[in-house]
């Protein structure tokens, strides 16, 4: 079983390469928010479960395994997102649960978030049903406020 941290390195370091080209030890870091040296004490681990090519003073690869995992947490935390969104919450809001939510989260029931989410998209019927739900929020959230 891999550990959260292990996957928010593996994320941090998918796009860290999506965006720059790269990852480095240095960039991981400030990513994450966390030192240098407990990055390079993560990516020997990391290197070691054979989820990425670590080498001293060069850039970070993801293996296929590495990468394979990294999409797979990438695409449970862009689908949170977007169902909490759905709901009608603020993106800060919904950005900061999937960042939460998208490491305990049984694969069944992203599968089947997977699927709702795709119904919903699909049927003109749940589309008028969210416009409800969106009204009946904005209603309490007036109430509450």
């Known amino acids: 079983m891999i550990s959260r941290s292990v996957e928010d390195y593996l994320e941090a370091i998918y796009e860290l390469v ?3 080209g790269y990852a480095r030890t240095r960039d991981i870091a400030s990513k994450l928010g ?6 390079t ?7 070691r479960q054979g989820l990425i090519i ?21 695409k449970r935390h862009r689908l949170l997102k977007e169902f909490l969104m759905l709901l009608g ?17 049984h694969p069944k029931t992203v599968e089947r978030l997977a699927l709702f989410m795709q119904y919903l998209k699909n049927s003109p019927v749940a589309s008028r049903w ?7 929020c904005a209603v309490d959230d007036v109430s509450r406020g």
């Not at 004490?41 to 290197?47: C, F, I, N, R, Y």
């Not at 919450?89 to 989260?105: G, N, R, T, V, W």
């Not at 969210?130 to 009946?136: G, L």
Request: net charge negative; hydrophobic share 35%; aromatic share 4%.
């Open 41 to 47: 004490e993560m990516l020997q681990k990391m290197g």
């Open 34 to 39: 966390v030192k240098p040296p407990s990055v």
């Open 89 to 105: 919450l603020d993106e800060k809001i919904a950005e900061e649960d999937a960042c939460e939510m998208e490491h305990i989260i």
């Open 130 to 136: 969210i416009e409800d739900f969106r009204r009946k």
């Open 54 to 74: 670590y080498k001293r003073y060069h850039e970070v690869q993801l293996t296929e395994k590495g990468e394979k995992l990294a999409k797979s947490v990438i």
């Open 18 to 20: 999506c965006e720059k």
